[in-house]
């Protein structure tokens, strides 16, 4: 079992940096694959960006390369999603997930186990 727990959302600005945070629990982490998904209003939940267990992989949603950064640290059982150059279209819940398979960054949601609660990132223009 593993407990995810996101935080860092908040109301920003068109332009503006957030980052969010996910902590996570249960199990070893350095052996889960971490992605971020969002979900925005009236929309389906959308792979965002993602990291393989030793973070050696990363993969990226197109509409977010060169703006968005994911990163982890093993030893804090944490992963970090920073988010630059923010536009209203960003807006939407995000959320954390973790895949028991270190390797590889599925963009399926299916592919993951466990999901956080989701934080809300609101981009105002």
């Known amino acids: 079992q593993v407990q995810l727990v996101e935080s860092g959302g908040g109301l920003v600005q068109a332009g503006g940096s957030l980052r969010l945070s996910c902590v996570a629990s249960g199990r070893t982490f350095s052996s889960c694959t971490m992605g971020w998904f969002r979900q925005a209003p009236g929309k389906e939940r959308e792979f965002v960006i993602g990291?393989?267990?030793?973070?050696?992989?990363?993969d990226y949603a197109d509409s977010v390369k060169g703006r968005f950064t994911i990163s982890r640290d093993n030893a804090k059982n944490t992963v970090y999603l920073q988010m630059d150059s923010l536009k209203p279209e960003d807006t939407a819940v995000y959320y954390c997930?973790?895949?028991?398979?270190?390797?590889?960054?599925?963009?399926?949601?299916?592919?993951?186990?466990?999901w956080g609660q989701g934080t809300q990132v609101t981009v105002s223009s």
């Open positions: 997930a973790a895949r028991l398979l270190s390797w590889g960054v599925p963009v399926r949601q299916e592919e993951y186990n466990y």
């Open positions: 990291i393989s267990g030793s973070g050696g992989n990363r």
